[in-house]
């Protein structure tokens, strides 16, 4: 072997090692094509069958075309393209107005069925803003508001050390994309796969830890997660054990090459199919069970309703009165019935019709008639709801003997005089004010068009859900609320992070990344100032690649020309899927080669100034911002698409990998030797303009370091390898999977987390809810009772006493407020299902502490009626109320990240536990 043969062999292997993947590479490659890419295909499929949202997501760049190089700290990004699933919103040529800058364009959308509600003033043209801001004309009318709740989740989120990610968010006014760039904690994807392949690290399928899961899709959808819910949950939990063991044991768990098919198995199997058909089942029973019900009730309360109004007719004929009446009569109708009184009734709902043979001056009879018949049904009740309590828990009996103060004359100087007021009522207005419920489930619901196939107006189109715009103006609060930190984590938060370390942990370098979200539109054809490359003469890509590029057309993307004095109206275009479909045909030695260039401008080209530079003024130049991005990637890609496309393919091979790579260098330094580097599909525009370089001195700086790599490609390359093994040394001290990252001590073995574990883990829903509605029949009971609070703790006391208030100045009635707390449950679930209280009687009592400061506010609104209950609903949640809500009354602040917590508790938690009863 000759000197130069032993030094193109010594080349090769360098730039061969310098370009291969790696073994983070191979298994981010493997997790975008199977992972990702299905992701973004089931949620794109969800979206385009729902009449609310058009959004298609689409993954580009590097990393979906095998291009990706990574570094020790960083995996580079994904770009997620969003672009209008509809047909009809396909920019076509003709709608398309080119400029001086054959890069930019306009698109006219005057006349447009679509597109014309998004045009501002008397421009004919199509803002850049509609598609940064997501217009509900072109992704749907939920599509600005889920964006928006979607960035906010992920900003707050990310301040806890449980999410072991850090998010930073960006929308820049000349960028194209919206950015979420991330850090993460967790260590690298290898130790990620070596987590899995571990099994007492397989996710922990426990039912008690999902629970509150299923209980929140059903209270989206306004059904009862029942009974018969929890039974056919704990099937699918069984099931989903055994399709997760089986994949360990068959080695497939790790892979994710079987991600999608592990999706299958416990999303899409017949299996599934089957839970979802009981389910279905269940909820077609409960909603006939319902029906019948509300018929058998109305026809009832109609006949009351006759009965008195007849009787009450026949007193003021025979002088009125109440002799002769039974106490048996039913004056008092099921749960959430008003008095009989016409004029009450009508005072309440409006569309009932007074008959004219009733007076507001018979109401003191009425009321004095109710007052005796009401002792009789309430006694009644109560020895008919007994079986509804646990009976583990005594619970204490209102005295039968003692008058309710929920049937108190009108003259009893602590009731207010306005009948309006009362606990049915404030029942009945609790189980209507599914306000955000119904607007959620708009949300993502079908439109009216979508249900009968007919076309919205486009100015319906334009404006949002009232009911929506209302409630996401209050996102933010809320968001902040639900996921935002307490006083204590954020002061943890500002500490040092070698504090937050627990002694033994070692400081762990956190990896970064991140996605670049890219709203576009497709246009059909090919653009004109790309048609030379149709035709030009290449040696690759083959000329049925070159069609299919052609036939599958661009993307415009919002990004303007420095030079542009309206930027407001102009797109650029976007090469995107063009590149996708060109990369198909790239072989390794292609791909190797790439990457490889993209190493060398990682840790070379793209550094500031060496010290060992001799220009002075190069030194000074490389600390401004304007040289740190003078080189960017695109650059590398247009000089690689160049140079294989000039080459024969056969050319790139294992054994010319040095040849290769010193023509890409010397492309590299022709054009920026010359300033002049042609966009690979639009020969016409050069990509060294003041559009990407803002200082063109740059490029003579990176003459020089261009030189010198094709001087001394191993010198180069050994001071990269020294720089990167810096980023890596705090690593690799700690690292224990042989990938040279560590993680953070997990969130189960932290105290919290022991905590949250140990208090929480095995209880059921209804086991919960059971021991609630016996706790709160205990309250109700000493409530209602007048004897002394001897013997009970200050913080039950004080509980009992606000109970006794809100009796006594509400008139509230002991069935009332059994099913009032029977309707805050929903809400009080989950405060009691975080809480680390390890006593269930505190938990429950924290719950019930909630609930009476809720009533309390309901009841001092002026406006309380069963038809405000949306709107009082949404006051609570507003942060600009005059009289305040604080919200941890229904969620305690952080509750999101709480839950979060014992989802990653519930990971990390093996082996899985078996239900236990509770205390």
Not at 568 to 573: I, K, Q, V, W, Y
Not at 701 to 727: F, H, Q, S
Request: charged fraction near 30%.
């Amino acid at each position: 072997m000759t000197p130069e043969q032993e030094n193109t062999h010594k080349l090769n292997a360098l730039f061969r090692s310098m370009g291969q993947r790696g073994k983070e590479g191979e298994l981010w490659k493997e997790h975008t094509e199977h992972c990702v890419v299905y992701i973004l295909r089931g949620v794109s499929k969800f979206l385009s069958r729902n009449g609310n949202n058009s959004m298609m997501f689409q993954a580009y760049g590097s990393a979906a075309e095998d291009l990706k190089s990574m570094a020790p700290n960083d995996v580079g990004d994904l770009d997620i393209v969003i672009t209008p699933s509809s047909d009809a919103l396909i920019i076509q040529d003709e709608m398309i107005e080119y400029s001086e800058n054959p890069m930019h364009v306009r698109i006219k959308a005057v006349g447009h069925k679509n597109l014309h509600s998004c045009v501002v003033g008397d421009t004919q043209y199509l803002p850049s803003s509609a598609l940064k801001n997501f217009h509900s004309a072109i992704y749907g009318k939920s599509a600005p508001y889920f964006m928006k709740t979607v960035i906010q989740m992920l900003q707050v989120m990310s301040r806890t050390e449980e999410m072991k990610v850090a998010v930073d968010w960006k929308n820049r006014d000349g960028s194209s994309a919206l950015q979420i760039d991330y850090k993460q904690h967790f260590g690298a994807m290898s130790s990620e796969v070596e987590r899995l392949s571990n099994p007492n690290t397989l996710i922990n399928l426990d039912v008690a830890n999902w629970e509150w899961y299923m209980h929140a899709l059903c209270c989206s959808r306004g059904i009862e997660y029942s009974k018969e819910h929890a039974r056919v949950f704990k099937e699918y939990c069984d099931y989903a054990k055994e399709v997760q063991m089986s994949f360990f044991e068959k080695g497939l768990l790790a892979k994710p090459g079987t991600f999608p098919l592990l999706m299958q198995e416990i999303a899409f199997s017949d299996r599934v199919r089957n839970f979802r058909e009981k389910v279905l089942e269940i909820e077609s029973r409960m909603k006939n069970e319902s029906g019948r019900k509300e018929e058998f009730g109305s026809s009832r309360e109609a006949q009351q309703k006759d009965s008195q109004v007849a009787e009450k007719c026949n007193e003021k004929k025979s002088g009125g009165g109440n002799e002769g009446r039974s106490l048996s009569t039913p004056f008092l109708e099921h749960e959430g019935e008003k008095s009989e009184c016409p004029s009450l009734q009508t005072a309440i709902d409006p569309t009932i019709e007074e008959p004219s043979g009733c007076s507001e001056n018979e109401m003191p009879k009425l009321t004095t008639e109710i007052t005796k018949g009401e002792k009789h049904v309430i006694n009644k009740n109560k020895s008919e709801n007994k079986g509804l309590m646990n009976e583990e828990i005594p619970i204490l009996k209102p005295n039968e003997e003692q008058q309710n103060p929920g049937s108190t004359a009108p003259e009893d100087p602590f009731i207010e005089a306005d009948p309006q007021e009362g606990g049915k009522d404030l029942k009945t207005l609790l189980s209507q004010t599914d306000h955000f419920r119904r607007v959620f489930q708009d949300f993502f619901g079908p439109s009216k068009a979508a249900a009968t196939n007919t076309e919205e107006d486009p100015k319906e189109q334009q404006t949002p859900n009232k009911d929506l715009k209302t409630l996401l103006s209050q996102t933010d609060h809320f968001v902040q609320h639900f996921f935002g930190l307490s006083k204590a984590a954020a002061t943890n938060t500002e500490q040092d992070p070698k504090e937050q370390q627990t002694p033994n942990s070692t400081p762990v370098t956190p990896i970064a990344g991140g996605f670049d979200v890219v709203p576009a539109l497709k246009c059909s054809g090919w653009p004109k100032v790309a048609m030379e490359w149709i035709n030009r003469e290449r040696n690759w890509p083959s000329p049925d690649i070159v069609a299919k590029v052609v036939h599958e057309g661009f993307h415009l993307v919002v990004k303007s020309s420095k030079k542009d004095i309206a930027p407001e109206c102009n797109f650029r275009l976007s090469f995107s899927h063009a590149e996708y479909l060109v990369s198909k045909e790239m072989n390794d030695t292609q791909r190797d080669c790439y990457r490889c260039l993209k190493t060398f401008h990682r840790g070379y080209l793209k550094n500031e100034a060496e010290t060992s530079s001799s220009s002075e003024e190069a030194k000074s130049l490389m600390k401004t911002t304007e040289m740190s991005k003078g080189l960017v990637t695109f650059h590398l890609k247009n000089i690689f698409l160049k140079t294989i496309e000039s080459t024969d393919p056969e050319m790139w091979n294992d054994d010319n990998r040095t040849e290769c790579m010193r023509m890409l260098f010397g492309n590299l330094l022709e054009a920026l030797t010359q300033r002049d580097l042609r966009h690979y599909f639009v020969d016409s525009y050069n990509l060294f303009c003041e559009d990407y370089i803002d200082n063109p001195e740059i490029l003579d700086y990176l003459t020089e370091k261009v030189v010198k790599i094709i001087d001394d490609p191993e010198g180069v390359a050994k001071c990269i390898e020294e720089k990167e093994k810096k980023l890596q040394k705090g690593d690799n001290a700690g690292k224990g999977s042989g990938d040279g990252q560590s993680s953070p001590p997990s969130l189960a073995n932290s105290e919290q987390g022991r905590a949250a574990v140990q208090g929480n883990s095995g209880y059921r829903y209804h086991d919960l809810k059971d021991t609630y509605l016996a706790v709160g029949q205990e309250l109700i009971g000493m409530a209602f009772n007048e004897d002394p609070l001897l013997d009970v703790p200050d913080t039950e006391r004080c509980l009992v006493e606000n109970l006794r208030e809100l009796v006594i100045k509400y008139k509230i009635t002991a069935e009332d407020f059994s099913q009032i707390i029977k309707c805050f449950w929903n809400s009080a679930y989950y405060r009691v299902w975080v809480n680390p209280e390890p006593d269930m009687r505190k938990r429950m009592l924290d719950a019930f502490q909630g609930v009476t400061e809720t009533l309390k506010y309901i009841y001092r609104q002026p406006d309380y009626t069963v038809q405000n209950a949306e709107a009082i609903a949404a006051r609570m949640f507003d942060p600009h109320a005059e009289d305040r809500f604080d919200l941890n009354n229904l969620y305690p602040a952080g509750l999101g990240i709480k839950l979060f917590a014992r989802f990653i508790n519930s990971i990390e938690r093996q082996p899985a536990q078996d239900d236990k009863p509770l205390d």
